[in-house]
């Protein structure tokens, strides 16, 4: 199989070569911005981030990107020295220097910062977070359901490398995404420590059984802004939800399956280790709540 295409695919875009980068306060174009060897991002995968999306002139859920955001730098013990009001003007400001109104994609990434030797320990690092924002025009175009292929990565337990952080360093998904590349797929299926069901290397995971939607229980997953979103969604237009373990038998079996994350929203997969998902096309309940959210998205603009 050599057409691969990525959960993260889209369309060609000019502009993006012109496109100013927020770099710990400055606004400069992408050719300059660029941060030392020495940076604890760089060298270490030290750091924290969250990809935000801009609809029609509003970031969605901007307030639950700058909660987990905090709130993983807190984990981390990385003081970002930032406000969250400020974090916020600064994806404004970077918006507006590129004149961009709908259809963008921000990667807020901070770091603990450079580093004074090229060694592992973060009292190295003393001259404070290395923050930037990558702000480009972005429309995703993914041309047919995503085919997945389980991985022998795992997602891990909390306590090793807590997988519901957002951290620089992704590895394990990195793997995950080569193993399911060299298996013929496009993403990676990553089971839990216990072999059940848990999500794809870079999205969150769902499948539909009978006119229900089936998710993991939450555990060993990044915690979804729109994994949550599709959660409530159902709750509140009566489509029957489950946070539960399942296994792999639940998920061939399944009538439809998708994926879910702020740049796709809903991605439809239609084939899974060489099995057809349903008929292998997007599935009813993919649809509804796509168009759900759609709706959730334009309500709060
Ligand atoms: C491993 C992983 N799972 C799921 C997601 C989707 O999360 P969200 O819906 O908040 O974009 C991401 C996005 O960063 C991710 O890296």
């Not at 990434?109 to 480009?136: A, C, D, N, Y």
Request: one cysteine or more.
């Amino acid at each position: 199989m050599t057409d691969h295409v990525t959960t993260h695919q889209s369309a060609e875009d000019a502009r993006n070569e012109d496109i100013l980068i927020w770099l710990n306060g400055q606004l400069v174009p992408k050719e300059q911005a660029v941060v030392s060897v020495y940076d604890s991002g760089f060298m270490l995968g030290d750091g924290v981030w969250e990809g935000l999306r801009l609809y029609n002139g509003t970031w969605a859920f901007i307030d639950e990107h700058m909660d987990r955001l905090f709130e993983a730098a807190k984990a981390i013990d990385l003081d970002i020295t930032m406000t969250r009001k400020e974090m916020v003007s600064a994806v404004l400001e970077t918006q507006s220097a590129n004149e961009m109104t709908t259809d963008a994609h921000a990667r807020l990434m901070v770091t603990r910062g450079p580093k004074t030797r090229p060694f592992q320990h973060p009292g190295l690092s003393q001259q404070g977070p290395t923050i930037t924002i990558i702000m480009e025009h972005s429309k995703p175009s993914i041309p047919r359901p995503i085919r997945l292929a389980t991985v022998p990565h795992i997602r891990g337990l909390p306590m090793t490398q807590d997988p519901k952080l957002n951290s620089h360093s992704k590895l394990n998904c990195i793997l995950a995404c080569i193993a399911a590349e060299k298996a013929g797929a496009d993403e990676g299926l990553m089971l839990d420590v216990k072999g059940f069901v848990n999500t794809t290397n870079a999205c969150n995971f769902f499948i539909v059984r009978k006119g229900a939607v089936w998710t993991s229980t939450g555990d060993y997953c990044m915690n979804g802004i729109t994994r949550q979103k599709v959660i409530d969604l159902c709750r509140a237009h009566d489509i029957p939800v489950f946070e539960r373990n399942y296994s792999l038998v639940d998920t061939y079996g399944a009538d439809e399956a998708f994926l879910t994350g702020t740049f796709g929203a809903q991605t439809p997969v239609g084939e899974i280790d060489g099995r057809v998902i349903g008929d292998g096309q997007q599935g009813p309940v993919t649809t509804r709540l796509q168009q759900l959210y759609k709706a959730l998205i334009e309500k709060a603009a």
